[in-house]
Nanobody
Framework: VQLQASGGGLVQAGGSLRLSCAAS????????VEWYRQAPGKQRELVAK???????NYADSVKGRFSISRDNAENTVYLQINSLKPGDTAVYYC???????????????WGQGTLVTVSS
């Protein structure tokens, strides 16, 4: 599985961005796709997740502003980010998980990051 993240950039506070994560390779083994972010000097954190069945969940810090969606025909997962804040500045990474029958993650594939910078 290969993942290509894109869509980052420099935006003013209050603006919006849509990040894309295009998957290729053995797509059929993917059970969930996630977006993480890592701000300077901080640990990487999970911000949004979408499963094969379409279930989504979000970190409390981004609920109401971030929206994860997918286009199965394009093998792409999107992260819509609205009302951007300077605290959202980070490198955003997408990841794809494969599960065993108990839904335990057995493999995680990472894309390269895309930088989001929010100016005040």
């Amino acid at each position: 599985v290969q993942l290509q993240a894109s869509g980052g950039g420099l935006v003013q506070a209050g603006g919006s961005l849509r990040l894309s994560c295009a998957a290729s390779g053995k797509i059929s083994i993917i059970n969930a796709v996630e977006w993480y972010r890592q701000a300077p000097g901080k640990q990487r954190e999970l911000v949004a997740k979408i499963t094969r069945s379409g279930d989504t969940n979000y970190a409390d810090s981004v609920k109401g502003r971030f929206s994860i969606s997918r286009d199965n025909a394009e093998n792409t997962v999107y992260l819509q980010i609205n009302s951007l804040k300077p605290g959202d500045t980070a490198v955003y990474y997408c990841a794809a998980d494969t599960w065993d029958p108990t839904e335990t993650v057995v493999a995680r594939y990472w894309g390269q990051g895309t930088l989001v910078t929010v100016s005040s």
